[in-house]
Protein backbone atom coordinates (compact mmCIF):
# COMPACT_ATOMS: atom_id res chain seq x y z
CA UNK A 1 0.00 0.00 0.00
CA UNK A 2 0.93 3.54 -0.16
CA UNK A 3 3.41 5.37 2.34
CA UNK A 4 2.88 8.36 3.98
CA UNK A 5 4.89 10.58 6.07
CA UNK A 6 4.90 13.72 8.13
CA UNK A 7 6.97 15.90 9.34
CA UNK A 8 7.80 17.30 11.78
CA UNK A 9 6.59 14.73 14.38
CA UNK A 10 6.13 17.34 17.40
CA UNK A 11 5.58 21.36 16.73
CA UNK A 12 5.56 23.95 19.70
CA UNK A 13 3.76 27.40 19.00
CA UNK A 14 3.37 30.67 20.46
CA UNK A 15 -0.08 32.11 20.07
CA UNK A 16 -0.43 34.04 17.27
CA UNK A 17 2.62 32.22 15.31
CA UNK A 18 2.16 30.67 11.73
CA UNK A 19 3.60 26.92 10.81
CA UNK A 20 3.43 24.44 8.03
CA UNK A 21 2.97 20.37 8.31
CA UNK A 22 4.44 18.36 5.76
CA UNK A 23 3.09 15.37 4.34
CA UNK A 24 4.93 13.08 1.71
CA UNK A 25 3.46 10.38 -0.49
CA UNK A 26 4.89 7.10 -2.40
CA UNK A 27 2.57 6.98 -5.06
CA UNK A 28 -0.31 8.69 -7.01
CA UNK A 29 -3.27 8.99 -4.73
CA UNK A 30 -7.02 9.40 -5.44
CA UNK A 31 -7.90 10.51 -1.75
CA UNK A 32 -5.68 12.84 0.34
CA UNK A 33 -7.02 14.17 3.43
CA UNK A 34 -6.18 16.09 6.41
CA UNK A 35 -7.32 15.30 10.09
CA UNK A 36 -6.97 16.99 13.57
CA UNK A 37 -8.15 14.89 16.19
CA UNK A 38 -8.31 16.75 19.50
CA UNK A 39 -7.97 15.25 22.59
CA UNK A 40 -11.20 13.84 23.45
CA UNK A 41 -9.88 11.07 20.61
CA UNK A 42 -12.52 12.82 17.93
CA UNK A 43 -10.93 12.68 14.13
CA UNK A 44 -12.14 16.22 12.57
CA UNK A 45 -12.17 16.28 8.99
CA UNK A 46 -9.88 19.43 7.94
CA UNK A 47 -9.45 18.70 4.02
CA UNK A 48 -10.25 16.95 1.22
CA UNK A 49 -7.25 17.51 -1.29
CA UNK A 50 -6.07 15.34 -3.93
CA UNK A 51 -5.19 18.17 -5.47
CA UNK A 52 -4.84 21.49 -5.91
CA UNK A 53 -5.75 24.83 -3.20
CA UNK A 54 -8.11 24.68 0.22
CA UNK A 55 -8.58 27.68 2.26
CA UNK A 56 -10.94 27.12 5.44
CA UNK A 57 -10.67 30.39 7.80
CA UNK A 58 -6.82 29.94 9.59
CA UNK A 59 -6.14 27.22 7.41
CA UNK A 60 -5.10 26.04 4.58
CA UNK A 61 -3.95 23.28 2.79
CA UNK A 62 -2.00 22.62 -0.75
CA UNK A 63 -1.40 19.41 -2.59
CA UNK A 64 1.17 19.20 -5.37
CA UNK A 65 0.08 15.68 -6.79
CA UNK A 66 2.72 15.66 -8.72
CA UNK A 67 5.63 15.62 -7.03
CA UNK A 68 3.77 13.86 -3.78
CA UNK A 69 3.74 15.64 -1.32
CA UNK A 70 0.59 17.97 0.63
CA UNK A 71 1.25 21.26 3.15
CA UNK A 72 -1.20 22.15 5.97
CA UNK A 73 -0.65 26.27 7.10
CA UNK A 74 -2.08 27.02 10.13
CA UNK A 75 -2.03 30.93 10.51
CA UNK A 76 -2.64 32.90 13.23
CA UNK A 77 -2.71 29.78 15.67
CA UNK A 78 -4.69 29.64 18.93
CA UNK A 79 -4.79 27.32 21.67
CA UNK A 80 -7.62 25.38 20.30
CA UNK A 81 -5.48 24.39 17.79
CA UNK A 82 -3.59 21.93 19.53
CA UNK A 83 -4.22 18.16 19.01
CA UNK A 84 -2.47 15.38 16.12
CA UNK A 85 -2.82 16.79 12.58
CA UNK A 86 -2.69 13.44 10.88
CA UNK A 87 -2.82 13.44 6.80
CA UNK A 88 -4.05 10.07 4.88
CA UNK A 89 -3.98 8.94 1.25
CA UNK A 90 -5.21 6.21 -1.23
CA UNK A 91 -3.56 5.22 -3.85
CA UNK A 92 -5.31 5.01 -7.28
CA UNK A 93 -5.56 0.92 -7.53
CA UNK A 94 -5.97 0.95 -3.49
CA UNK A 95 -9.31 0.60 -1.71
CA UNK A 96 -8.25 1.88 2.05
CA UNK A 97 -6.90 5.33 3.82
CA UNK A 98 -3.50 5.08 5.03
CA UNK A 99 -2.08 7.46 7.81
CA UNK A 100 0.81 8.77 8.50
CA UNK A 101 2.17 9.10 11.92
CA UNK A 102 1.00 12.18 12.57
CA UNK A 103 2.32 15.35 13.78
CA UNK A 104 1.45 16.35 17.70
CA UNK A 105 1.00 20.71 17.80
CA UNK A 106 0.98 22.52 20.96
CA UNK A 107 0.10 25.78 21.25
CA UNK A 108 1.18 27.55 24.42
CA UNK A 109 -0.72 31.33 25.37
CA UNK B 1 -20.74 14.64 4.12
CA UNK B 2 -22.03 11.86 6.57
CA UNK B 3 -22.41 12.19 10.42
CA UNK B 4 -20.92 8.70 12.16
CA UNK B 5 -21.93 8.00 15.57
CA UNK B 6 -21.03 4.88 18.05
CA UNK B 7 -21.48 3.58 21.22
CA UNK B 8 -20.34 2.88 23.81
CA UNK B 9 -18.10 5.98 23.87
CA UNK B 10 -15.68 4.13 26.58
CA UNK B 11 -15.60 1.00 28.41
CA UNK B 12 -13.50 -0.66 31.24
CA UNK B 13 -13.52 -4.37 30.77
CA UNK B 14 -11.90 -7.41 32.36
CA UNK B 15 -9.90 -9.67 30.35
CA UNK B 16 -11.21 -12.97 28.79
CA UNK B 17 -14.42 -11.12 28.03
CA UNK B 18 -15.34 -9.52 25.05
CA UNK B 19 -17.36 -6.27 23.72
CA UNK B 20 -19.53 -5.19 20.53
CA UNK B 21 -19.10 -1.69 19.19
CA UNK B 22 -21.65 -0.38 17.44
CA UNK B 23 -21.39 2.55 14.89
CA UNK B 24 -24.73 3.92 12.83
CA UNK B 25 -24.17 6.08 9.55
CA UNK B 26 -26.91 9.23 8.94
CA UNK B 27 -26.22 7.97 5.20
CA UNK B 28 -25.74 4.95 2.97
CA UNK B 29 -22.38 5.45 2.42
CA UNK B 30 -20.33 2.86 0.13
CA UNK B 31 -17.51 1.84 1.95
CA UNK B 32 -17.68 1.15 5.93
CA UNK B 33 -14.24 0.39 7.84
CA UNK B 34 -13.05 -0.20 11.24
CA UNK B 35 -9.87 1.47 12.53
CA UNK B 36 -7.69 0.80 15.88
CA UNK B 37 -5.85 2.97 17.56
CA UNK B 38 -3.12 2.26 20.17
CA UNK B 39 -2.32 4.60 23.29
CA UNK B 40 0.14 7.49 21.32
CA UNK B 41 -0.01 6.21 17.84
CA UNK B 42 -1.60 6.50 14.51
CA UNK B 43 -4.48 4.68 12.98
CA UNK B 44 -4.48 1.14 11.68
CA UNK B 45 -6.87 -0.58 10.07
CA UNK B 46 -8.38 -3.46 11.22
CA UNK B 47 -10.70 -4.19 8.14
CA UNK B 48 -13.39 -3.58 5.65
CA UNK B 49 -17.10 -4.33 6.69
CA UNK B 50 -19.24 -5.56 3.43
CA UNK B 51 -22.59 -5.25 3.46
CA UNK B 52 -24.73 -8.93 3.95
CA UNK B 53 -20.92 -10.80 3.60
CA UNK B 54 -17.59 -11.40 5.80
CA UNK B 55 -15.41 -8.44 6.17
CA UNK B 56 -12.42 -8.13 4.05
CA UNK B 57 -9.32 -8.07 7.42
CA UNK B 58 -5.94 -6.36 7.13
CA UNK B 59 -2.67 -8.77 7.67
CA UNK B 60 -2.31 -9.59 11.58
CA UNK B 61 -6.34 -9.21 12.03
CA UNK B 62 -8.69 -12.26 12.14
CA UNK B 63 -12.08 -12.95 12.59
CA UNK B 64 -12.05 -14.85 15.67
CA UNK B 65 -10.87 -12.24 17.56
CA UNK B 66 -12.34 -9.08 15.53
CA UNK B 67 -15.68 -10.55 14.05
CA UNK B 68 -17.57 -7.93 12.33
CA UNK B 69 -21.03 -7.33 10.76
CA UNK B 70 -22.79 -5.01 8.58
CA UNK B 71 -26.62 -5.92 7.67
CA UNK B 72 -27.11 -3.02 5.87
CA UNK B 73 -25.33 0.09 4.30
CA UNK B 74 -25.61 2.10 7.26
CA UNK B 75 -24.89 0.13 10.28
CA UNK B 76 -21.93 -1.83 11.70
CA UNK B 77 -20.59 -3.84 14.72
CA UNK B 78 -17.40 -4.86 16.10
CA UNK B 79 -16.69 -7.34 18.85
CA UNK B 80 -13.34 -7.29 20.38
CA UNK B 81 -13.28 -10.99 21.61
CA UNK B 82 -11.49 -12.25 24.61
CA UNK B 83 -9.99 -9.13 25.12
CA UNK B 84 -6.38 -8.82 26.69
CA UNK B 85 -4.84 -5.66 28.36
CA UNK B 86 -2.83 -5.41 24.79
CA UNK B 87 -6.58 -4.42 23.63
CA UNK B 88 -6.51 -1.26 25.27
CA UNK B 89 -7.04 1.37 22.28
CA UNK B 90 -9.02 3.42 20.62
CA UNK B 91 -11.92 1.85 17.60
CA UNK B 92 -13.13 3.96 15.00
CA UNK B 93 -15.41 3.70 12.60
CA UNK B 94 -15.52 5.01 9.59
CA UNK B 95 -17.54 5.32 6.92
CA UNK B 96 -17.31 7.35 3.14
CA UNK B 97 -17.49 7.20 -0.53
CA UNK B 98 -14.61 6.27 -3.06
CA UNK B 99 -13.85 9.87 -2.15
CA UNK B 100 -13.62 11.63 1.43
CA UNK B 101 -14.02 9.49 4.48
CA UNK B 102 -15.67 10.58 7.84
CA UNK B 103 -14.95 9.02 10.93
CA UNK B 104 -17.00 8.60 14.32
CA UNK B 105 -15.98 9.54 17.91
CA UNK B 106 -14.71 6.67 18.50
CA UNK B 107 -14.67 4.22 21.54
CA UNK B 108 -12.46 4.22 24.27
CA UNK B 109 -11.58 0.56 25.28
CA UNK B 110 -9.20 0.13 28.83
CA UNK B 111 -9.15 -4.19 29.36
CA UNK B 112 -7.98 -4.51 33.13
Known amino acids: GIQVEQSPPDLILQEGANSTLRCNFSDSVNNLQWFHQNPWGQLINLFYIPSGTKQNGRLSATTVATERYSLLYISSSQTTDSGVYFC???????????FGAGTTVTVRA | SAVISQKPSRDICQRGTSLTIQCQVD?????MFWYRQQPGQSLTLIAT?????????ESGFVIDKFPISRPNLTFSTLTVSNMSPEDSSIYLC?????????FGPGTRLTVT
Open chain 2, 49 to 57: ANQGSEATY
Open chain 1, 88 to 98: AARGRDDYKLS
Open chain 2, 27 to 31: SQVTM
Open chain 2, 94 to 102: SGGSSYEQY
